[in-house]
């Protein structure tokens, strides 16, 4: 599985912004997508996912009310939603896929930069 994140950007506080995950090769047995982010210096935190057999989502706590995950099958994409941004929502966004198998697929990243 391929991961393409974009629509990262420089957003001001309480702004928002939709990022997506385009998702391509062999989807068979994908059991959940999702979004992790990393702050300068900070190790890397979940945010959301969705499964994708029933579309049950989970958040962090730190997002739950503000952001929210969804998909598009059709178009094997993802999307957050992230609405009411905060300084500590700043960082690098990670689409990630895991399969049945337990193994995971990363992304390349996308940059989320929120200005107070």
């Known amino acids: 599985v391929q991961l393409q994140a974009s629509g990262g950007g420089l957003v001001q506080v309480g702004g928002s912004l939709r990022i997506s995950c385009a998702a391509s090769?062999?989807?068979?047995?994908?059991?959940?997508v999702g979004w992790y982010r990393q702050a300068p210096g900070k190790q890397r935190d979940f945010v959301a996912r969705?499964?994708?057999?029933?579309?049950?989502?989970n958040y962090a706590d730190s997002v739950k009310g503000r952001f929210t995950i969804s998909r598009d099958n059709a178009k094997n994409t993802v999307y957050l939603e992230m609405n009411s941004l905060k300084p500590e929502d700043t960082g690098v966004y990670y689409c990630?896929?895991?399969?049945?198998?337990?193994?995971?697929?990363w992304g390349q990243g996308t940059l989320v930069t929120v200005s107070s």
């Open positions: 969705i499964i994708t057999s029933g579309g049950s989502t």
């Open positions: 990630t896929a895991m399969r049945a198998t337990g193994t995971w697929y």
């Open positions: 090769g062999s989807m068979l047995n994908i059991i959940s």
